[in-house]
């Protein structure tokens, strides 16, 4: 009898920054404690297809199928030219590998912030997200602009806010021509009145700034919220994105009819969401394990849970 090959699965970290980050290592071997991480820095979209080539041929299409790649990175354009490397290897060799994209937590954690802010609006009865205006304060970060596109996806009416009108146009002309309609526009914010511009006709609000950055204060919230039903935010260090939003508010009414959901309330389904889509990108022999998956598993779980608290 021929003996079967077993394979060890294996993650091949592809990082566009000078250092890999240490947590989705950690986040993979905690979801395969028996596997193996080799990581790559600085990798450019050059440098891809000769290390993707490497991988992919010493063990076969059955190893290949426990070869798995993650590709990581601060700088979204590099990223998505080392994903668009990587797929080119893929479709010209005689098998491929699974491709878990996250970059620096964008896509785990912006899903996680969309998903939450969508059980909150079941929830209270306020209903989906179709139809619904958004706000996304500084919305053109790597985990704003996909919180951005995951509520155009969803045919919410989005506005993002930036300091830098240009900045935040190219965010948002490339999501509209994604989604293929006009669902996204942007408020440039350098004072206080033109924060009350940007939420004025916001249901839901998620602040998407940088950490330890204040975006909206609880004054501005009572005097341009008035529509707000939901605010969600992402940013745990202090002072956290909306003043009398705490990290661990997960739908308390923090103003009347205002539910507030917290950045730590939103990290601990980002990290479940992260450990799915390793898990899924295991389970698969090929295909690209991005934003659109984190969103599918985070919702899931919501609507799952949801569905239990009705029982
Ligand atoms: N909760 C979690 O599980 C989790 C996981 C990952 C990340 N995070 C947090 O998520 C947040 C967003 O991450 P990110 O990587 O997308 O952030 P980022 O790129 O560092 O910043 C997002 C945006 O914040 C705006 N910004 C920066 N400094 C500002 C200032 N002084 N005043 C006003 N706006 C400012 C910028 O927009 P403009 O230049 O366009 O104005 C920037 O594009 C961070 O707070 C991060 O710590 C949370």
Not at 129 to 137: A, D, I, Q, S, Y
Not at 155 to 171: C, D, E, L, N, Y
């Amino acid at each position: 009898m021929t003996e079967q090959p077993s394979f060890k699965t294996v993650f091949v970290f592809l990082d566009t920054d000078k250092y890999c980050s240490p947590f989705d290592m950690l986040v993979a071997i905690d979801a395969f404690p028996d596997s193996m991480i080799f990581k790559y820095e600085n990798v450019t979209d050059e440098d891809a297809p000769k290390i993707v080539y490497d991988l992919l041929f010493p063990r076969g299409p059955m190893g290949a199928a426990h070869t798995k790649i993650f590709i990581n990175g601060s700088n979204f354009d590099m990223v998505n030219a080392v994903v668009a490397a990587t797929q080119s290897c893929m479709k010209s060799a005689p098998w491929g590998n699974s491709i878990i994209v996250d970059p620096r937590g964008g896509y785990s954690t912006a899903a996680a912030a969309v998903a939450k802010t969508l059980g909150a609006s079941l929830e209270k009865g306020f209903g989906t997200l179709e139809g619904k205006n958004v706000t996304v304060l500084a919305g053109t970060g790597p985990v704003g602009q996909t919180a951005a596109r995951i509520y155009a996806a969803e045919k919410a009416t989005v506005t993002i806010t930036t300091r830098t009108m240009a900045k935040g146009q190219a965010v948002a002309d490339k999501i509209n021509e994604e989604v293929g309609a006009q669902r996204v526009k942007v408020v440039e914010v350098r004072s206080s009145e033109q924060t009350g511009v940007a939420i004025k006709a916001a249901e839901i609000i998620l602040a998407a700034g940088a950490g330890g950055i204040q975006l909206l204060s609880a004054d501005e919230l009572a005097k341009h919220g008035g529509k707000c039903k939901i605010v969600g935010d992402i940013n745990a260090i202090k002072p956290l994105g909306v003043e009398g939003l705490g990290s661990n508010d997960d739908g308390k009414e923090i103003k009347t009819g205002v539910y507030g959901i917290g950045a730590l309330a939103i990290g601990s389904l980002k990290i479940k969401i992260e450990k799915e889509m390793i898990k899924r990108a295991t389970m698969e022999p090929q295909g690209l394990f991005d934003y659109a998956i984190a969103y599918e598993i985070g919702k899931s779980k919501i609507l799952k849970k949801l569905a239990k608290a009705k029982k």
